[in-house]
């Protein structure tokens, strides 16, 4: 494969600015066919974002001979069919996180791509930002000594409407959960690329609010192949938000935010260090580059089926006790 052609399954939200430009602006990439079952929507998409065709039905797009991988945008409830969809078409599979509801719906999906002879890729793009990759640079490359703990707490405040339908995102039968899955999906699968990955994981979560069905608070302790112990909180009922991993190490220690902009915070010895570290205007852009590299034979993407199986399975861990109640 000289340049991929792509066709996007599902051009919600998350395509417009996140992910969608990125098939263009990356070498040996163009999107050349869009679905979305409102063909309303399907052909003001195509129409505002220059693609040349568009479909309201999957299998459509799938079978289109001049769509050679396929980016799956849907909700998590989707990936696991329509990834076995595209792999029978023999066809390469991006997928958007969470990868899917569960970790044995992962596991599916990495033998129907395997069966087939295709790769399959997921969008945990942190593995490629640059604002990402210089944190890994900082700690791999010494900058707080031996890395050692680490805590992560995300908290925001409930802002959900209950006079209408409820997001997706927080219904357990569409998204496998609530925002915990969501959200701290991202920051769960960066740490196993910086620290490696966890292999051990106890948990607890609830539902405090009482505003949707899922759990809207999760508290774990893990620890990783590299010997790092670390503990994290995510509440989305809590009045005062915070966005704060801290990665303690024998030399110093480095704070970042998972989901803003603010800068890397090192501190060492020699005092405090700020570090700007912006998001790119596509976020989705690196991370799409690494997947053209891989189809095209010039690299290799770090976000693959089996590295986002592995945070499937932690997601799983710790909401065991509420998912078989």
Known sequence: MQRVRW????VGNVTEKKSGPGFGQAERSELVA????????????AARHGVPRWY???DALIRDPEVDAVYIATPPDHHHEYTLRVAT???????????????????AMNAACAAAGV????????????????????????????????????????????????PW?????????????????HTLDFLD?????????????????????????????????????????????????????????????LRFSSFDETPLRLLTGEGETLIDAPYPATVQAPLIQTVVDALTGRGECPSTGESALRTARVIDTLLRDRTQN
């Not at 915990?180 to 999906?185: A, I, K, R, T, Y």
């Not at 910086?194 to 608070?217: C, F, H, K, R």
């Open 119 to 166: 790769p399959l890729f997921v969008a945990y793009y942190r593995r490629a930002m640059p604002r990402f990759l210089k944190i890994r640079e900082l700690v791999h490359g010494g900058a707080i000594g031996e890395p050692r703990a680490l805590t992560i707490r995300l908290l925001r405040p409930d802002k959900t409407d209950r006079s209408g339908d409820l």
């Open 7 to 10: 066709g996007i399954i599902g």
């Open 34 to 45: 869009v679905m979305r079952r409102s063909a309303d929507k399907a052909a003001d998409y």
């Open 193 to 253: 690329f910086l620290l490696g990955p966890i292999t051990e994981v106890v948990g607890m979560s609830a539902n405090q609010a009482g505003s949707y069905p899922a759990e809207d608070v999760v508290a774990g302790a893990f620890s990783f192949a590299s010997g790092v112990h670390g503990v994290g909180l995510w509440c989305f009922s809590a009045h005062n938000p915070c966005d704060e991993v801290e990665l303690s190490g024998s030399l110093g220690s």
């Open 89 to 107: 078409a023999g066809k390469p599979v991006y997928v958007e996180k969470p990868m899917a509801r569960s970790a044995a719906e992962c596991r």
């Open 56 to 58: 309201s039905d999957v």
């Open 169 to 185: 995102r927080v219904q357990p039968e569409r998204s496998g959960g609530g925002l915990f899955v969501d959200l701290g999906s």
